[in-house]
């Protein structure tokens, strides 16, 4: 079996100041991103009209869910996090699905990412605390209930940041693991597949007649599942007498489709998830050290 490499973001180049700026595919994704981010937020901001048309109606539409969601979580006293939140949201959401062109890194694929997101929030909480106790009553928080508790108060503060950057970059970082492991699994099945198909010429001829008469008899039938594995197994067949005949080998034919399929989890379903659940702890979070008027004592 193939060795499963995982490396990190590629460098470009370093910038020779403050002891070396490294622009890694990280960075350049972040741009795109960003840039993406401002270029859509601009032209659907614009050109508002009394009678929308369709993209100004699901641009109000996606904006109201958002606002509902950040005053239904946050308390409508702080809908004004709304479009902090809707950042972090699209900011994960797109840093994941730029992964999937193939041609970027994913920046939630990076630690150092969702850990600065991670800070920001803290850090609007530990502002919040100080601007509505103080400096002196923040820092007497830590001595509650009782004094010797201060310890495990300050790691609490420290570790939240830490956890959230961890369960976000865990997920996602682990989806790839996945499917690096799937496809050498797939590429070492496929190898073996067509290697036993091809061990003599009768079982190509087999399974490519199968495959057509297989084929020809779900025709008038809708069962996609027999069209797709009549498809399968012609296409074994043939690359079995392909290699054979030692015209191509190691064809990973496995490799084809099934990793797509579950793509839509680990890529599609798995970001969506994990940019959800990051804006509702941030939301909750910030909501904790926010509290309505009539709430903070």
């Given at each position: 079996m193939?060795?499963?490499?995982?490396?990190?973001?590629?460098?470009?180049?370093?910038?020779?100041?403050l002891g070396g700026i490294k622009i890694t595919s990280t960075t350049v994704s972040l741009l795109i991103v960003t840039a993406f981010l401002?270029?859509?937020?601009?032209?659907?901001?614009?050109?508002?009209?009394?009678?929308?048309?369709?993209?100004q109606v699901l641009t109000e539409k996606g904006v109201m869910m958002l606002h509902n969601l950040v005053s239904e979580t946050m308390g409508s006293h702080n809908a004004h996090w709304m479009p902090y939140i809707g950042t972090i949201f699209l900011s994960s959401l797109f840093g994941s699905f730029v992964g999937l062109t193939g041609f970027f890194r994913s920046t939630t694929a990076d630690?150092?990412?969702?850990?600065?997101?991670?800070?920001?929030?803290?850090a609007i909480i530990w502002y919040q605390s100080i601007k509505r106790s103080g400096l002196l009553g923040?820092?007497?928080?830590?001595?509650?209930?009782?004094?010797?508790?201060?310890?495990?108060?300050?790691?609490?503060?420290?570790?939240q940041p830490v956890s959230m950057a961890f369960r976000h970059f865990g997920?996602?970082?682990?989806?790839?693991?996945?499917?690096?492991?799937?496809?050498?699994?797939?590429?070492?099945?496929?190898?073996?597949?067509?290697?036993?198909?091809?061990?003599?010429?009768v079982t190509p001829i087999i399974f490519a007649v199968a495959g057509v008469l297989l084929f020809i008899n779900t025709l008038k039938k809708k069962k996609l599942f027999r069209k797709i594995l009549s498809v399968i197994v012609f296409l074994i067949g043939v690359l079995g007498a392909l290699q054979y005949f030692d015209i191509c080998k190691d064809i990973p034919l496995l490799q084809?489709?099934?990793?797509?399929?579950?793509?839509?989890?680990?890529?599609i379903f798995s970001g969506f998830i994990q940019a959800f659940v990051f804006s509702l702890l941030s939301m909750v979070y910030i909501s904790n050290a926010c509290p309505a008027p009539d709430e903070q004592s």
């Open positions: 193939e060795n499963i490499q995982v490396t990190g973001a590629y460098i470009y180049y370093e910038i020779p100041i401002m270029i859509v937020g601009v032209m659907l901001g614009r050109n508002l009209s009394k009678k929308p048309g369709t993209l630690l150092s990412v969702p850990l600065v997101w991670a800070l920001m929030t803290t923040w820092l007497k928080g830590f001595t509650e209930p009782i004094v010797v508790m201060t310890p495990m108060n300050i790691i609490s503060e420290i570790a997920n996602v970082a682990g989806g790839g693991v996945i499917t690096s492991i799937l496809y050498t699994a797939l590429s070492l099945a496929s190898t073996v597949l067509i290697g036993a198909v091809s061990a003599t010429i084809f489709g099934i990793p797509a399929v579950l793509s839509v989890y680990f890529d």
